[in-house]
């Protein structure tokens, strides 16, 4: 088990030092810090603006190869990821801004999950009848209209809403804002705040994880177990409670794993119309802000993301099926 | 990987046992069903020693089926009508894409221009033709490239294992660590623009858009591998490559056909995404992805602008999802989720 793991963590670190090596060439070569400084008015003294890009060792006159070095040494010996063109460290935004990604994804990703799950399940007894076909091209509309339009399109209902009923009950900017000082009000508010981006991402998960779980629970429900459970006496409701769902999850969680992982960065529409400034708003800031470093730091957070989430759905597979076995030992419940 | 089993049926002497062997779960209403799936199970059986009357006897079955499922169908209708707008669309509307209307400035549908204008005094309606087209153009394109790609590399992979097998899937696990919406977003955001840049957003949606079906290919050929016919033609000294293209991929055919159709979806909704940020189509060029993510930023006060794309952006790709699932519902109809016919 300990060797089995250490072998694949070894895997996984050489995949993500990998991938951001070539982010950061990639990075280093496309974006022009430059252009930022030379595009300001009154304009800059060239020699300044090299000064500036080279403290920063974003100057293109350095050669790629000195740069790399820099770059790498600084993250490895003080764990420094570089600067951003206009000064502000890249490490300390990030960490700032993860837990914005923690605050906006925790409740909407879980939300979506469960009722797609349920939506699953419960079409997926029903196959062929009116309500799992509407419910499968509900499914379908939702996994086919760009996650902007739907954001966008709450947005603009939330707005109606409010000036229909004259309050501010749908709040979309920012994380909080002004409130009463009452016990309760700050979380209050930070709940009417998170309320729309979380209808959004409940809306797109519960679309995704319906598809997943319905498939899964069909394949399981025609299965040999479920049959026998049947035959020797079990009522058609627990049978599929206790035999199809539990089996079924199995593949539905390593999805939720994944799809947890990749939303840290993948959330950036709601970030964004949302302004909630968390890590996928600040990957496309970065992008557009000609900041290299700060660019190269989202990649590999992303990375690291997906693996964490890879290990997580092994994790998860090895704990909710007794028949896997990492490496000899047995792991979780019998 | 319940969907591998079934993909490669052509060579499949022993569908008449599966099919025969799979318990007759419905009754009434879908008699007609398993007893049309018992004689064309055993058809099936007994073509395999006429190979032609097999092959149209099971494309009449795949279509049969395809038909049966409705959405599928609206959706393929649909699809068809867009391709056809598209392509007559010069003709549809009396603007350009490119025309500037000086007398009109972000004005709403009227007689003259039936979706309203933009700021710049363009017809929406011609826009949207034009990135109809475009959309239509990238969806196909990276459908092509990034399934041909799977194609080749799930296949040599699984065929000559070893070295080759683990360098590809070592690159395969590379290229999902990164994330590419922000890689393909560094690139294409930052590339010069002007008319060609649609060129370079295809490559890059193909180069990170081929993994997944890749993984699923390899799978697939290692159980294809191993049939009687492609030792056959090992032993009768055809090559390796030869082997792959002739004996493997035709086996593998159904799966490369739905993921293609799945990955148009996919192409035209990743376009979409990085266009909202400005990191799609550049300008002057125009897709349905740059025209949706403009509207959506002016939704409340000019909402023409968002109509007209949106709504024909969701109808192409509800259809191409729509058609997807119902190909992989006719061509697989042993799994549980498809329609039993």
């Given at each position: ?105 925790t409740l909407g990703s879980l939300l979506g999950a469960a009722i797609g799950?349920l ?79 979380t209808v959004?991402l409940t809306i797109?998960g519960a679309?995704?994880f ?125 | ?341």
């Amino acid at each position: 088990m300990g060797f089995y793991l250490l072998k694949r963590l070894l895997n996984y670190a050489i995949l993500l030092v990998v991938a951001t090596n070539l982010s950061w060439l990639l990075a280093a070569t496309q974006l022009n810090p430059r252009s930022l400084y030379e595009v300001s008015n009154p304009p800059i003294d060239p020699v300044s603006i090299e000064n500036n890009l080279r403290s920063r060792n974003l100057s293109d006159q350095v050669p790629l190869h000195q740069r790399w070095v820099v770059w790498s040494k600084d993250i490895i010996f003080h764990w420094d990821w570089g600067q951003s063109p206009r000064g502000g460290d890249v490490g300390e935004e990030i960490e700032r801004r993860i837990w914005v990604s923690v605050r906006l994804i925790t409740l909407g990703s879980l939300l979506g999950a469960a009722i797609g799950v349920l939506i699953g399940t419960w079409t997926a007894t029903r196959q062929y009848r009116l309500s799992d076909r509407t419910f499968t091209f509900l499914a379908l509309l939702g996994l086919s209209v760009p996650s902007f339009v739907i954001a966008s399109l709450l947005q603009v209902f939330a707005t109606w809403l409010n000036t229909v009923t004259g309050t501010r009950f749908f709040e979309f900017v920012g994380e909080t804002g002004a409130h009463g000082d009452w016990f309760g009000a700050a979380l209050i508010d930070r709940l009417q705040h998170l309320l729309l981006p979380t209808v959004a991402l409940t809306i797109l998960g519960a679309a995704f994880f319906s598809r997943i779980q319905r498939n899964v629970m069909l394949d399981s429900l025609n299965s040999g177990y479920v049959r026998t459970a049947r035959a020797k006496g079990l009522p058609r409701s627990r049978a599929i409670v206790k035999h199809a769902l539990r089996v079924s999850l199995i593949p539905t969680c390593t999805y939720f794993a994944f799809s947890v992982a990749t939303l840290f960065v993948g959330a950036a529409f709601m970030e964004i119309i949302f302004s909630f400034h968390g890590m996928g708003d600040y990957g496309v800031k970065t992008i557009q802000g000609q900041d290299v470093h700060g660019a190269v730091a989202t990649a590999a957070f992303g990375g690291l993301c997906v693996l964490m989430g890879a290990l997580l759905a092994d994790f998860m597979v090895a704990w909710l099926d007794p028949r896997v076995r990492l490496g000899g030992t047995t792991y979780g419940r019998q | 990987m319940a969907r591998s089993a079934c993909a490669f049926r052509r060579h499949n002497v022993w569908t008449a046992v599966i099919v025969v062997a799979e318990p007759i779960e419905h009754s009434g209403a879908n008699d007609s069903k398993a007893a049309e799936k018992l004689a064309t199970g055993n058809a099936d059986g007994m073509m395999a020693k006429a190979a032609i009357p097999l092959q149209s006897n099971r494309n009449r079955l795949l279509l049969k089926r395809f038909l049966r499922n409705k959405t599928a169908v609206a959706g393929l209708i649909v699809i068809g009508l867009l391709i056809i707008v598209a392509i007559i669309g010069p003709w549809l509307s009396p603007w350009d894409y490119d025309d500037v209307d000086r007398r009109a400035y972000l004005k709403p549908p009227s007689f003259e221009h039936p979706m309203g204008t933009t700021q710049s005094g363009r017809d929406m309606w011609a826009l949207t033709l034009h990135g109809l087209r475009k959309s239509l153009v990238i969806g196909l394109v990276v459908a092509v490239l990034s399934t041909g790609i799977a194609a080749i590399v799930g296949a040599f992979a699984a065929y000559y294992g070893g070295w080759i097998e683990r360098c590809a899937l070592w690159i395969i696990d590379l290229l999902l660590v990164i994330p590419s919406f922000l890689l393909i977003a560094l690139v294409a955001g930052n590339s010069s623009g002007g008319a060609s840049s649609w060129v370079l957003l295809v490559l890059l949606l193909s180069v990170f858009g081929w993994m997944l079906s890749a993984r699923v290919v390899r799978s697939l050929t290692l159980s294809v591998r191993r049939n009687e016919y492609v030792l056959a033609a090992r032993y009768m000294g055809l090559s390796g490559p030869k082997i792959i293209v002739r004996h493997i991929l035709p086996n593998i055919a159904s799966l490369l056909i739905i993921d293609a159709t799945l990955n148009v979806s996919a192409a035209i909704l990743a376009e979409t995404s990085l266009a909202y940020f400005g990191f799609g189509v550049q300008p002057p060029d125009t897709s349905l992805g740059t025209l949706l993510g403009d509207g959506a930023r002016q939704l409340s006060s000019f909402p023409w602008l968002f109509a007209g794309p949106a709504t024909i952006i969701v109808l192409l790709i509800l259809s191409v999802n729509a058609v997807g699932d119902g190909l992989r519902d006719a061509f697989d109809p042993s799994s549980a989720s498809s329609n039993k016919s």
